[in-house]
């Protein structure tokens, strides 16, 4: 079972930081050298941060070992709930200098956020002074990485909102909304039109189906909501993200369910199907605008996903229409 941020020891948050510096220099290290050759200049600022992180691992493994000795506790970020999760490196080295930049700038926005709430925790004087001078030393980081598109994306117009921002409210609202759209959309497709086509009956496919939808709603919603309490991601106040979700999922589930309110089956089922298309090519779509998915590769893993489980949802109803129940 993960271990919440507030019951970590001294010692433990130093380990804990220790050891996320170090992984930070080998993030920047890996940049640097994907972008040597085409961005020389963009490479040298990467090195540059990756030589910090390393002189910030250092600085915090010489105050452990003078506050606490040479045995450093053994816990990973996967031990504590809510910790700071790192995109895969491929996956970033792939996007290109722009998406380096934005993940740069995220994860120093979210390591300033964890020094914050550790110096904050900690009474020991020495601890403490070390972690805000490194807070504020990683908010220049985050400033250093916002640099570079001017620098280098000079073919792409820099958006209106900062790049940080956006990716907070990724965190905060659009990877919530997300999945929960996701769910919503895709989870009910089987029990509507399992129902309907079962009973040819619109009102029990509405009830069904408006059943299932509220009922993913709130199961999303508090699975969402006691994943992480936010306050050391940032990922925002747990009901508030819980409630995007949960309201999300419930509105994927009703968009095909409300033409089932129409009394003639034939016309409600054409229109639930249209709803269904229109649900998954617009969850392509924000995994597109907002996740950095290939289009067609979004639109692939939707589509298909939501097909099947319709598919198998049609065939169940059409067999149980045969029994005799």
Known sequence: MSKRFKDLTEQEILSLATGQEEEDSRIYGAFADALAQNYPASAAVFRGMQAEELHHHNALADLYRQQFGEKMPIIKRDDVRGFIKRRPVWLVL?????????????????????????????????????????????????????????????????????????????????????????????????????????????????????????????????????????????????????????????????GHTLPYLIPNFKIATIIAACVVCVELFAISFIRRKFMDTPFLRATFQVVVGGVLVLLAGILIGKFLGTMDL
């Not at 934005?102 to 004087?125: G, S």
């Not at 905060?172 to 009973?199: C, E, I, K, R």
């Not at 496919?205 to 699975?223: E, H, K, P, R, T």
């Open 94 to 254: 792939k996007m290109g200098l722009k998406a380096m930049r934005e993940q740069a700038q995220v994860m120093e926005l979210e390591t300033t956020r964890f020094y914050r709430q550790a110096a904050a925790r900690t009474k020991n004087e020495s601890i403490r002074k070390l972690l805000t001078d490194l807070a504020q030393a990683e908010e220049g980081h985050a400033s250093t990485a916002g640099a570079l598109t001017e620098q280098h994306l000079t073919t792409e117009a820099r958006g209106q909102e900062d790049a940080a921002r956006r990716k907070l409210f990724l965190l905060q609202v659009v990877q919530p909304g997300l999945a929960g759209l996701m769910d919503g959309s895709v989870s009910t497709l089987a029990p509507l039109f399992a129902a309907a086509f079962a009973t040819h009956n619109t009102y029990a496919a509405f009830a069904v189906g408006l059943a299932a939808a509220v009922g993913a709603g709130i199961s999303m919603g508090f699975a969402e909501a006691l994943s992480d309490d936010g306050a050391l991601t940032g990922r925002g106040h747990p009901l508030i993200r819980g409630g995007v979700c949960g309201l999300m999922t419930a509105a994927g589930g009703l």
